[in-house]
């Protein structure tokens, strides 16, 4: 079963908020996430990949300007 969350997040581009979503990512156990207002005008693998445990995927979309960015996330070992 999925469990979904959602998270108007205001921007992932500082560590604070990065490690807000890894609390948010444990404490709610969720296998799918949506994360709005993202704010990063791209979608780097390599910072996703620390904040995401092994075996989840994500796709983006970037903002533009100071608004926007979604990113989709879930756990490819739960959800297919």
């Known amino acids: 079963m999925a469990k979904f969350v959602t998270w108007n ?22 296998n799918v996430v949506m994360i709005q207002e993202t704010k990063a005008k791209e979608i780097f693998d390599s910072v996703w ?7 989840w995927r994500w796709l983006g979309v970037p903002a533009i300007g100071l608004s926007g ?12």
């Open 9 to 30: 997040a205001r921007g992932l581009c500082n560590l604070d908020a990065q490690g807000s979503l890894k609390t948010l990512l444990s404490v709610s156990k969720a």
């Open 69 to 80: 960015g979604m990113l989709l996330a879930w756990n490819s070992n739960e959800i297919s």
């Open 49 to 55: 990949s620390l904040i995401f445990p092994i075996g």
